[in-house]
Protein backbone atom coordinates (compact mmCIF):
# COMPACT_ATOMS: atom_id res chain seq x y z
CA UNK A 1 0.00 0.00 0.00
CA UNK A 2 1.63 3.61 -0.86
CA UNK A 3 1.95 5.44 1.61
CA UNK A 4 2.32 9.40 2.18
CA UNK A 5 3.37 10.29 5.08
CA UNK A 6 3.33 14.42 6.02
CA UNK A 7 5.43 16.43 8.97
CA UNK A 8 6.77 19.83 9.37
CA UNK A 9 3.34 22.18 9.82
CA UNK A 10 2.53 24.40 12.53
CA UNK A 11 2.45 28.14 13.54
CA UNK A 12 4.55 30.94 12.25
CA UNK A 13 4.48 34.71 12.20
CA UNK A 14 4.56 36.69 9.03
CA UNK A 15 7.64 36.62 7.16
CA UNK A 16 8.57 33.60 8.97
CA UNK A 17 10.22 30.24 7.87
CA UNK A 18 8.57 26.44 7.65
CA UNK A 19 10.00 23.19 6.27
CA UNK A 20 6.90 20.57 5.22
CA UNK A 21 8.34 16.75 4.67
CA UNK A 22 6.70 13.75 2.41
CA UNK A 23 7.72 10.24 2.87
CA UNK A 24 6.85 7.96 0.63
CA UNK A 25 6.85 4.24 1.02
CA UNK A 26 4.88 1.44 -0.52
CA UNK A 27 5.35 1.33 -4.18
CA UNK A 28 7.21 0.73 -6.96
CA UNK A 29 6.70 2.84 -9.83
CA UNK A 30 9.47 3.58 -12.00
CA UNK A 31 8.10 6.95 -12.28
CA UNK A 32 5.99 9.83 -10.88
CA UNK A 33 5.34 13.34 -9.61
CA UNK A 34 5.30 14.58 -6.50
CA UNK A 35 4.45 17.76 -4.81
CA UNK A 36 1.93 19.60 -2.43
CA UNK A 37 -1.44 21.42 -2.73
CA UNK A 38 -3.17 23.30 -0.38
CA UNK A 39 -6.86 23.69 1.16
CA UNK A 40 -8.12 26.40 2.34
CA UNK A 41 -11.39 26.23 4.23
CA UNK A 42 -14.80 25.68 2.07
CA UNK A 43 -12.74 24.04 -0.44
CA UNK A 44 -13.05 20.60 -1.27
CA UNK A 45 -9.31 18.91 -1.07
CA UNK A 46 -9.14 17.32 -4.78
CA UNK A 47 -10.34 21.34 -5.91
CA UNK A 48 -7.54 22.87 -3.95
CA UNK A 49 -4.93 25.02 -5.43
CA UNK A 50 -1.07 23.62 -6.55
CA UNK A 51 1.53 24.82 -4.91
CA UNK A 52 4.69 22.91 -6.35
CA UNK A 53 5.73 19.63 -7.23
CA UNK A 54 9.05 17.69 -8.85
CA UNK A 55 9.38 14.87 -11.37
CA UNK A 56 10.63 12.29 -9.27
CA UNK A 57 13.17 11.01 -11.94
CA UNK A 58 14.02 13.98 -14.03
CA UNK A 59 13.83 16.83 -10.99
CA UNK A 60 11.88 18.80 -12.65
CA UNK A 61 10.42 21.43 -10.80
CA UNK A 62 6.78 23.86 -11.04
CA UNK A 63 5.39 26.35 -9.38
CA UNK A 64 2.40 28.28 -8.49
CA UNK A 65 2.88 31.76 -9.23
CA UNK A 66 1.73 32.64 -5.90
CA UNK A 67 4.67 31.26 -4.39
CA UNK A 68 7.62 31.25 -6.93
CA UNK A 69 10.46 32.92 -5.51
CA UNK A 70 9.31 31.49 -1.93
CA UNK A 71 8.89 28.27 -2.06
CA UNK A 72 11.35 25.58 -3.12
CA UNK A 73 10.84 21.68 -3.25
CA UNK A 74 13.17 19.38 -3.63
CA UNK A 75 14.09 15.77 -3.13
CA UNK A 76 15.70 13.04 -0.78
CA UNK A 77 16.44 10.37 -3.62
CA UNK A 78 17.60 7.72 -0.79
CA UNK A 79 14.86 8.61 1.68
CA UNK A 80 11.96 8.82 -1.00
CA UNK A 81 11.37 11.99 0.78
CA UNK A 82 9.94 15.36 -1.23
CA UNK A 83 10.42 18.43 0.71
CA UNK A 84 8.59 22.16 0.33
CA UNK A 85 10.62 24.48 2.33
CA UNK A 86 8.57 27.61 2.74
CA UNK A 87 10.02 30.86 3.34
CA UNK A 88 8.67 34.81 3.60
CA UNK A 89 5.17 32.95 4.67
CA UNK A 90 2.04 35.13 4.27
CA UNK A 91 -1.42 35.15 5.80
CA UNK A 92 -2.28 34.54 2.44
CA UNK A 93 -0.86 31.15 2.88
CA UNK A 94 -2.48 29.52 5.91
CA UNK A 95 -4.18 26.38 4.77
CA UNK A 96 -4.08 22.76 5.18
CA UNK A 97 -1.26 21.31 2.94
CA UNK A 98 -1.60 18.15 1.23
CA UNK A 99 1.40 16.18 -0.60
CA UNK A 100 0.32 13.92 -3.50
CA UNK A 101 2.10 11.49 -5.58
CA UNK A 102 0.66 10.93 -9.72
CA UNK A 103 1.91 8.28 -10.73
CA UNK A 104 2.90 7.30 -14.54
CA UNK A 105 -0.43 4.69 -14.72
CA UNK A 106 -2.91 5.13 -12.18
CA UNK A 107 -4.86 7.58 -9.57
CA UNK A 108 -3.39 10.37 -7.35
CA UNK A 109 -2.44 8.98 -4.10
CA UNK A 110 -2.64 12.02 -0.79
CA UNK A 111 -1.42 12.69 1.97
CA UNK A 112 -3.12 12.87 5.18
CA UNK A 113 -2.58 16.73 5.35
CA UNK A 114 -1.05 19.24 7.47
CA UNK A 115 -2.19 22.46 9.09
CA UNK A 116 0.12 25.42 8.36
CA UNK A 117 -0.87 28.85 9.82
CA UNK A 118 0.61 31.94 9.19
CA UNK A 119 -0.16 34.92 11.44
CA UNK A 120 -0.26 38.87 11.02
Known amino acids: EVQLVESGGGLVQAGGSLRLSCAASGFTFDDYAIGWFRQTPGKERDLGDF???????????LYADSVKGRFTVSKDTANSTVYLQMNSLKPEDTAVYYC??????????WGQGTQVTVSS
Open 51 to 61: VAGITWRSGRQ
Open 100 to 109: YLDPTSGSRI
